[in-house]
């Protein structure tokens, strides 16, 4: 495996059900984002983890809570979302320096649709 | 006023055209540009990456910087079937030490380059 996986590649869930999205990166990076990817939108920064510590939080709804046990895996916890909640999530891994701007390797994304 | 600003498209051109995309912004703080590309289905891959104003060249791929217009430009030639994709401009400011630079992506502009 190289790169950044994501699982699942798709996922379809109802209101009221509990389900996990997985990321895993194989580059040996330092620091792990979770993106919301909306049709017509930018990319939407919702947490950074920094060393497995969360250093931000982009003032996202707590129906989602992301967990990063060691520095190659990263998860976003659901519960109880919303329609509008429906989009592709992506997750991306970066190598922080302080060298150099922060290029950010992405994972293919899970395509939630919430029923 | 968005902090990035992309033109969505769609653009569509013949095989063999010189394609433009471009992308204004409003934070002089940024410091690193970059663009990425993202096909159908998958996630955003790193395209090109420059710093500060200037031109940089790779292939058929030219990316210019101009700081003093704050404005971003991806110059495509001889464009091709499979450079049908989602192109999109993200930038940050300086980023010291460990501290990561947020990305700020624009809305990506969809491009179809048809035989």
């Known amino acids: 495996e190289t790169g950044v996986t994501q699982t699942p590649r798709h996922l379809v869930m109802g209101m009221t059900n509990k389900k996990s999205l997985k990321c895993e990166q194989h580059l040996g990076h330092n620091a792990m984002y979770w993106y919301k990817q909306s049709a017509k939108k930018p990319l939407e920064l919702m947490f950074v983890?920094?060393?497995?510590?969360?250093?931000e939080n982009n003032s996202v709804p707590s129906r989602f809570s992301p967990e990063c046990p060691n520095s190659s895996h990263l998860f976003l916890h659901l519960h109880t979302l919303q329609p509008e909640d429906s989009a592709l999530y992506l997750c991306?891994?970066?190598?922080?320096?302080?060298?150099?701007?922060?290029?950010?390797?992405f994972g293919a994304g899970t395509r939630l649709s919430v029923l | 006023q968005k902090e990035v600003e992309q033109d969505p498209g769609p653009l569509s051109v013949p095989e063999g055209a010189i394609v433009s995309l471009n992308c204004t912004y409003s934070n002089s703080a940024f410091q690193y540009f970059m663009w990425y590309r993202q096909y159908s289905r998958k996630g955003p891959e790193l395209l090109m990456y420059?710093?500060?104003?200037g031109n940089k060249e790779d292939g058929r791929f030219t990316a210019q910087v101009d700081k003093s217009s704050k404005y971003i430009s991806l110059f495509i030639r001889d464009s091709q079937p499979s450079d049908s994709a989602t192109y999109l401009c993200a930038m940050s400011p300086y980023a010291g030490g460990t501290s990561y630079g947020k990305l700020t992506f624009g809305q990506g502009t969809i491009l179809t380059v048809h035989p």
């Open positions: 991306a891994s970066s190598q922080l320096t302080g060298e150099r701007g922060d290029i950010q390797y």
């Open positions: 983890y920094s060393l497995e510590e969360r250093v």
């Open positions: 420059t710093y500060s104003s």
